[in-house]
């Protein structure tokens, strides 16, 4: 067997995920610029706040990961988040086992949106963008019966602990001598919604890329009728991938009851994070036409979008511009990813 | 350079003929709306054995391995597979059964890397989850039982050309370990030098006992490894004998059951060709991103030129190239002697250049299947009939009315969705839309595939009436009748290259097919100063 050499490897993979790696330097740049004008910059304070206002979008953003990787969109991630915020409200208190158990309801919950999205696409033959619509419509009605005004009771310790870093959990919970352990020292800084966050890609998101059905999931958005005729189960990766896109919406929308202490079905909110999903998933290098793509790839798209308000936090800009601002940063970063039109040699590929 | 005698003696002896059917088809019928596919056919192949499926596009070839593979399910008839009766309602269960078939639309995924693809029903698990280093392992070891050692199996196959591609399909089916290896087409964009490693392939899976099915157009390949031939005409098996037993002229005769020219118009005297008059097309060192290198070609006022060739070698792009779908191409391209830069297919069919190209994917690229023929048949010449962008609807209904008249579409209502159309119907559609342009070039991308023997007719005839009314025509089939029936000259392609161009009494099989292979290789083409006097450095 002729061994290859590493770097060609490395190569190959590099020029697979331009996207992606582009998305990472727009970050960087983006978030290194920003500490080094911010009065406290690159200090564990503005890195847990940070945190904290990432997380419910990155979540949202792999949501919407999921059905454009198989050539659609899901305009109710959104929609499942607020749902799941405002069942959250009710549910995140009482004994350590309630709140458990409402952990688990909640989970559910999300991943019952999903499923049931799946299954208006694959047995309603719906285009996805059009029975999300709809199935969004009905989740935000649930909200607004769950939570018709804003409010709720989460459990404050649990509340405190999950927002903040490693150490507050400790403290709270009684472990590692309250945090003061030793060995707890070096990691006691980092924030938990960050820890969170790499639990869910690494737990979640990286086994199901890594299973048939998310192979599938690829196969389907590179070319329905190859994965059909290559004998692959179509329906059931369609029906997991929406399934696993509302299970990612609902721990956004958990986090989000933590974050605030309570629920709100908010529909303007939920709206602008369904669009910024979008933002999220394109920036981070996934494509519209589908199969090509991480949920990887979206966090980082969220931590672009997010750093973008950081930035116009620090420079005071006026409200009012913040929208256009943010627009045009956005349109330059997706353009970026467009750059590889100019390289198609016959036209007719740029209507593929 | 391949050489017949290379070929015959690397088909190691033959199995002998009275083996034990393994797939038995009895009684098979398939309908499509008002087309039969198959007819009531009985076919049968063996274990140990190679076995050919010929005859004409439309023969029912492509259903009855579709039946097999579980793509489509026939209307009456039986199968079994080693005396067993089977149905296949999709193809993952006709994969279980162990019936593997490599399709001439590729089955890949482009977006999925080469191991990811070869992998794709079955990957290596650990915990239940896909083992990457295995997967890669077994790709690389497939791939260097092809003698493919050149592809990276991390490769995204779209970043592959197509002959790869192929390859990697042929390495996909094998993993599946088949019992039953169906070959549709699987060597068409091959190189000569990968087609004979899948012969050796076939040769030594066909030893360990599999029941091998191919549909190829190439003579010489089913010569090559066939051990039985059997001969489709309209839907029916028409019959089966041992390889060797029957002349190339039989089997011609077999497959198209006829008089091979008689259905092709007569061709005209050359027309009065004026030599000082420049020709209407004409192109000098064509060069594409490697695809296409060095195209001299002339096509003269009433002129249908062919282009010749195994599928694949540049004719497509060339047409392309000329109606401006394609960047970067140097060359030069004159239209009745001016140099004429064609960027783009609206500014080809502008005044100037007034190129028609008739494309290969009627579905894609020829109609917009929701919209209504009406519309359809306008869709190119909309400008002819609007004043400050409105449209005369009054101008638009004679338009359509004489576009379906004078390519004789069978409709029912020009308002009816062109999808509604039969194949043959849909391909005149689209002829008559670009018809109604006027056009004094005409590029034709294989126009007849997929269609029926009368709808052919009537376009060989209207090609010729076109001509002769003063129309230049470049002609691209992958049918070597038609071309030699309808062609005044042929070019013949190779590797992007135009490696012959045939004349007079030289357009027949033999001659296209030896250059459609290259098989002079070694001469210096001798066209390449004659024809244009271009010289042609290679």
Redesign the interface.
Known sequence: ??T?SAM??LK??AS?NVGLLTAIAIFAVFYIFYNLNHPRGFSTAVLIQNSNEVYALAMVAMAQTLPVLLGGLDLSVGAVMTLVNTLASHVLNGTPFEMFLGFLACVAAGAACGFVNGCVVVYGRLQPIIATLATGAVYIGFALFLRPSPGGDVDGDLSWAMTNDLFEIAATYGFAENGEAAWFKTIAWIPTPLVLLILTAVLIWM?FR???TG?TV??I???EG????????IDRAKIAAFTLGGLFAGLGGLYLALQTSSGNADIPQAGAYTLNSIAAVVVGGT?LLG??GTAVGSIIGALVLRTISFNFRIFEIDPLLQPLIEGFVLLAAVSLGALRVLK?????ELFR | MRNENEQIASKPGKPTSHQLPHVVLTGISKRYGGVTALDTVDFACSRGSIHAVLGENGAGKSTLIKIMSGVVQPDAGQMSIAGQPVVFPNPASANAAGVICIFQELSLMPDLTVADNISIADPPRRFGLIDSRAQRRRAEEVLASIGCEDVNPLSRIRDLPLSRRQMVEIGKALTKNPSVLILDEATSALTAADVEKVFDILHRLRDQGLSILTISHRMHEIEAIADMCSVFRNGRHIETFVEGTRTNTEIVQMMIGREITAHFPPKHERPPDDPSAAPVLETRGLNWEGRLTDINLTVRRGEIVGLGGLDGQGQKELLLGLAGVLKSVSGEILINGKKTSVSSPEAAKAEGAEIALIPEDRKTEGLMLGMSIADNLTAASLGRYSRFQILDSAAVTEAVRSGIERMRIKVGSPEDPVSTLSGGNQQKVVIAKWLLTEPKIILLNDPTRGIDVGTKQEIYRLLRELADNGASILFYSTDYEELIGCCDRVDVMYDGRIVRELVGDEINEHEIIASALNIEGGEVPDFLAGSDGQGGAV
């Open positions: 067997m002729k290859r060609t490897d190959i993979r697979q086994p890594r299973s048939v192979r690829y196969a958005g590179s070319g190859a994965a059909y005729m290559s004998g692959l189960n494509s199969g090509v198609v040699k016959n036209t007719l």
